[in-house]
């Protein structure tokens, strides 16, 4: 089982930018996908960027298109998570997750994933 921990939440302004960050520990290199989902409160957790890690593809819900990137440094073993023009409909707890070979349900559903981080807090005010 993989460990992930997330770092970089903070408190914005709108129309401001955070970098995520998500070590992740006792990967052996089989995982091929991991994402960044959030939930609001009161609200359902939400798949927002995922890569395919063989070619580093990405993939983006229309909510955070053009405005956040996804990445990995393989050295290290850390997912990143770009975020530009922060809205306040952006806050909500960030998760980064890692899959290993569960069903796959889409690169957006949580149900494709079993590895989970604790979350990080973003809050954007306006």
């Known amino acids: 089982q993989m460990t992930l921990r997330e770092s970089g939440g903070g408190s914005p302004q709108a129309g401001g930018s955070l970098n995520l960050s998500c070590v992740v520990s006792?990967?052996?290199?089989?995982?091929?996908?991991k994402a960044w989902f959030r939930q609001a409160a009161g609200e359902e957790r939400e798949g927002i960027a995922s890569?395919?890690?063989?070619?580093?593809?990405?993939y983006y819900a229309d909510s955070v298109k053009g405005r956040f990137t996804i990445s990995l440094d393989h050295p290290t073993n850390t997912l990143y998570l770009q975020m530009n023009s922060l809205q306040p409909e952006d806050t909500a707890m960030y998760y980064c997750?890692?899959?290993?070979?569960?069903?796959?349900?889409?690169?957006?559903?949580?149900?494709?994933?079993?590895?989970w981080g604790q979350g990080t807090q973003v809050t954007v005010s306006s």
């Open positions: 890569i395919y890690i063989p070619g580093g593809v990405p």
């Open positions: 997750a890692a899959r290993r070979t569960g069903a796959w349900h889409g690169p957006f559903s949580s149900l494709s994933y079993e590895d």
């Open positions: 006792y990967d052996t290199g089989s995982s091929k996908w």
